[in-house]
């Protein structure tokens, strides 16, 4: 079973057989669409990534849920 | 009435009157329920599929009543973010507006949502620190151009299956951004931080965005009043045109699409809008030599128009390099959807063959890739004698069973009158039948149509005529109808 883990943000992600994608440890929902050959999410809707990894990235670095900077 | 202006015209005083409701409501607790009630939404029920649009306009709808209640202005209006003059050193962005970027981590640090006076929530409401921006900085520098917004605003029809981010052509999917130059989704990126997320009404350059797609939309509205918001039936749960939205309230106005279609009704006024006019269709002369044509942007779509005298086969084809896809559209109805094709010409070109009756036709020629631009030549013949002549109805004889055995089919008969009288044709049969009639002595003019005159859902058409050949033209009521009928001309009441 492959798996990748990476520390990017301050998070944790790990993506397990190229399709299991966790982010500190919470399961993250995605969709591909085959079609465009691209990822995206619900916690990113206006953007479609080449990579799962990709868009875990973007999910690391840009939504409130896991990234948190103080004032 | 809600008058919106473009956000950097707005003077001092609109200036300070927005910010202060928008501050209002965020110390009421009314503002980030709109930021939950976006964030909680199903993400491909309001993103990605036909209720965009009207999910969006009920939206900002919904927030602009509010920021006139605590402003006690009512017509105060959600000011647009013109685009195409709305670049990081645009007005709109100064101190007693928006405030500007955000500094070296993205923190916004100016204006009246800096950090310190602006807090955002994530998705369960709690507050997730200050406002963030980056402008330009997440993969797309610049703004939709002008001539971008008008290149979409010329796409039709409104959505098309299948009624997601594949959609195409489709001005819901190219205004939100899937397909051709990227007008709303480029906006989110743009700005970048705290419009990323479903949280985006976190900044409040969300309400201004989306101010500007539904004034984009407006104008569509006005520019193709025939137009219709699609589908009206048939599509997923929650994105036909009388289909509840997801997670919209009821209120003073309906929580369908249908119920925010007409922005006038709604009491919104744009400043500028104008309606462009619609574009006029390349005419094409059965038989003439190929019209050479051009798609020189990604995603525009060409639109051609010719005319059949009279029934009979035809074949429609581009030829050359381009990949193109044809669409046909007809008779004497530029929506009317008959055929559509990818590759049944030659090298990858498009080509229909199909047997019209008279009357009007329109062909839409877009290339196969929507990112793709390219030339290609266009042509549209007749197919000599025609292998299947036009049935001929007998006055008081039997009648004729057909078939409409096709989505889009219509079948032409013909009938001859040599005494002045008063006639019937009918249909009989289980198949909910539409019929049109046509004469004398000519298949363009038409004299009278029908849809349910006859029994149960059958046409029937009773007139005078006078001597002279007509035709009467059978389709069913629903374009990708089909089945079995009979029909016979009776003379005399």
Redo the contacts between chains.
Sequence with gaps: MAQHTETFAGCTITIKDNTGLTINGKEIDYQYDPIKDKYSSKYLPYTLYDSLLELARAIAKHTVEFSHIDE | MAIRKDANTLTAAERAEFVAAILALKAEGVYDQFVLRHANA???AI??CPAFLPWHRRFIFDLERELQRVSGNPNLGIPYWNWPSGGSTASMWNDDLLGGNGDA???VRTGPFR??QW?????SGVS???L?REFGQ??FSNLPTQTEINQVIAVTPYDRSPWD??SNPSFRNQVE?WTGPNL??RG??WV???M?????P?DPVFFMHHSMVDKIWHEWQLRFPTQGYLPATGGPFGQNLTDLMNNTPSGPVGSRPIDVLDSVALGIVYDDATPQPQPQPTVLIVGAAPTQADIATAGEVDVFRFDVPAFGAHTMATAGPSDTFMTLFGPNDANLEVASDDDAGENFNSQITRTLSAGTYYLRIRLFSPNATGNYAIAVRADGANPNPIPELTLDGVSINATLSAANESDVYRFTVTAEDTYTIETSGATDTVMSLHGPNSQIPEIGSDDDGGDSFNARIRRPLSPGEYFARVRHYSPIGIGAYSIRIIRGN
């Excluded at chain 2, 990323?196 to 985006?200: A, E, F, R």
């Design positions: 199903i993400m491909n993103h990605r981590s993205g923190v950090a310190g807090s955002i929530i994530n998705a997730s620190g200050p963030m997440n993969g981010m594949n951004g709303h989704n989110h990126v970048g931080g705290s990323l997320p479903m949280t985006s976190n």
